[in-house]
């Protein structure tokens, strides 16, 4: 317990300290790494205190917490107060009703003592330990590489006012946030976490204070409020009828789903807005305007994963009920939809969001699936998703405030003029594309769950979709290893501290493709099986067998050892010649002569087939569907819930 409390707390205190200290200085800089360093060791501590690999492994802790129950009150106010600050500010007025119905019924549970619970509040067990050291690692290392990061931004962006201590202790804000969170066994304090990781995103999204980052940050914050007002729905709901206040309470109730079909739908509508998935993803597409820390936070180790981790506790309930068919339904749709979309854009942050929102839809789907092989494929993707995402993002930034750009088609032959970069940026996109690593891997065990689950159509939605995902990242790979005449070494500007975040994620993502196997046989099956699951009852084994891996480790040989005979059959040889034209080359390897003897401006780029995939074309459809849908599923679970 006293590590986990070090966990949630101790974000909070870096953050005041950082909000004290008002100029870039050595010591700001020893305060984020020193902080960072610790949540890491404090975060491995906590997993091997709880002896996440000896499960099924459990905890419970604080059945009696009358003060801190209030204290959380009071900040559940200040809250709402500060939210309440925002909109009239800007006058957002929508705001203060979307704050105050969420907020507002939650204070009255605690104020009249209907919501006073004697069971535990803090529940630990194998997810948790999973959690916690995703958040704890991956974030950690997301606000080390901050330090270097947020100083580039500002020298490039003259125009936005420097509150790099504001921006550093809001991601530290979002790590306790999310700690907590995932701790939580008491609806009511989950919900508390719930609302500052929302009231964080929407302070990151317009940091920059410009009218499209306002606006943004607005977008971010009503959409997640409209979803906060989903959970204290499934709040009321619980402690009134079903009387239980805690979320172990409502998986106990697995064998009579009917009483839970609105508490659930509503949890699951929550969840699907804050994992961005269709209609609620602009959202996190607005995010983009935000420094990329704030993003590659957002989208790897907090905010999205909060929703689908929510999703997987609440899995086992799923199989064969309305909310699984919502959940299942929403996610299949978003990941082929999103993947599609992702096609179309050549800015690199863009691509990174509908590739997030895209496997967050693949993640929501095998939670909704309510089968064990499709919540052990869902886990591993949250895993190899956070890791390889956090890379993405990371070596993105360092690319546009070297370059002053981030669009796809501006890193040719990125290869010669910032190999260090370009090889990490190489190993992220092989971890979310190339067979057998990472995201195949998940995906290919998530296609049994769907089979095990009886939804064909998930079937089609994970096939086209991982089609479409593959061409986009092919798409990027191939101008990262174009080289034509004139690409030459540029100086590395990446910051030592940003090295020192990225290069620890990247070593995170080859060796997972190791030690997954021990992750799913020590961790995840007997998790699972000790799981009571509506759908089946079965002992589960894990999809992958010992077969493939020794398969996949053949193919990881290979993968490592052609391009490295490659090079050595050709370092004797190691020469450019000019690009084949259709007419005769200039010299320049940029134009050529072509049949009448006129010079020709050669132009080579992506497809991007904005005509077919283009946001303008399918983005408005896909949003107005899954609308649709939502808003069918969530009135037919609200008349159920009427009628028990």
Known sequence: MLYLAFLIIFPFVVAAVLMCIKTDSVLRTAVVVSGAAAEIVAAVFFSVAHKAWVPPVSYAYLSHTGNIDKLIAVCEVLLMLLVFSQAIRFRKYYILLLSALGTIPVLWLDVTGAGESTSAHIYVDSLTVIMVLVVGIVGSLICIYAVGYIKDYHSHHTDVKDRSGYFLAMLFVFMGAMMGLISSNNLSWMYFFWEITSVCSFLLIGYSRTQEAVTNSFRALWMNLLGGCGFMAAILFSVLIVETHDLMGLLKFYKIPEIMVFPVSMLAFAAITKSAQMPFSRWLLGAMVAPTP???????????????????????????????IMVTAIGGFTFFAASLLAISVSDGKKILAYSTISNLGLITATAGCGVKSAMWAGIMLLIFHAVTKSVMFMSVGAYENSTGSRDVEDMHGMIVRIPKLAFVMTIGIFGMSVVPLGMCVAKWAALRGFIDSGNAYLVMFLCFGSASTLFYWVKWLGKIFSVSKDSVRQEDR??????????????????????????????????????????????????ITTGDYILMGIMIVCMCLLPVAMRIVNIKQ???????????????DRSFYDSRGERVQQHLSNWYMQDIFGEKKILVPSLVISATFILIMMSLSAVGGLFI
């Open 294 to 324: 704030t993003s590659a936070l957002l989208h790897s180790a907090t905010m999205v994963k909060a929703g689908v981790y929510l999703l997987l506790r609440l899995s086992p309930m799923m199989y064969g009920t309305l909310p699984g």
């Open 494 to 543: 990446v910051r030592k501290t940003e090295w020192t975040a990225i290069y620890p994620l990247t070593f995170t993502a080859v060796a997972l493709c190791f030690v997954y196997p021990f992750i799913s046989s020590s961790v995840l099956v007997p998790y699972i099986n000790n799981a009571a699951f509506a759908g089946e009852g079965a002992v589960f084994e894990a999809s």
């Open 574 to 588: 190691d020469r450019r010649v000019l690009s084949y034209m259709s007419g005769f080359n200039t010299g320049d």
